[in-house]
């Protein structure tokens, strides 16, 4: 015999706990009874016409808002003034400006190492280069860049 039948011979199937008569019956109104009362549905106001347009005009404001960024951007990145559709006066013009003047034009033929050679065999020493390129070489590299006595 296994443990669950000795337990239901010995003590039965009928649990000790009991329902009194008609407790489901009046459970039901009793509960409702205390309840608090039901909030009312609020009954929404007429809305006004700023109240009406609002969405619109802030979806408005945000398109003009990212098109007024985008525009800044693409001025600011210069991408607008040369393009291959541009005559060539147009090119010649933006040429002759001093901003395309410090420019230098690099072909995509030579490799970094072609192009630092080229530029080393033009210079004698770091003092030349200095002047010509504008910049001064920190002095905890002077030693390592061969840098002539002054």
């Avoid at 909030?39 to 408005?60: D, E, H, I, S």
């Avoid at 291959?84 to 010649?92: F, R, T, V």
């Avoid at 970094?112 to 033009?122: A, P, R």
């Avoid at 004698?124 to 002077?142: L, T």
Wanted: hydrophobic share 40%; with cysteine.
């Amino acid at each position: 015999m296994k443990e669950e039948e000795k337990i239901i011979m010995r003590y039965g199937r009928k649990g000790p706990w009991s329902v009194p008569e008609g407790y489901f019956d009046s459970v039901r109104l009793e509960v409702l009874e205390n309840l608090p009362e039901y909030p009312a549905k609020p009954v929404a106001g007429q809305m006004t016409r700023w109240q009406r347009l609002k969405p619109y005009v802030y979806l408005a404001a945000m398109f003009a808002g990212i098109w007024c960024m985008m525009q800044m951007f693409h001025q600011m990145s210069g991408a607008g003034k040369l393009s291959l559709d541009n005559p060539p006066e147009q090119i010649a013009a933006l040429m002759s400006e001093p901003e395309m003047t410090d420019v230098y034009m690099i072909p995509s033929t030579i490799s970094d190492v072609e192009l630092l050679d080229d530029i080393s065999s033009q210079y004698s020493s770091i003092d030349d280069f200095e002047k010509d390129f504008g910049v001064e070489i920190a002095p905890e590299f002077e030693n390592a860049v061969g840098k002539s006595d002054k």
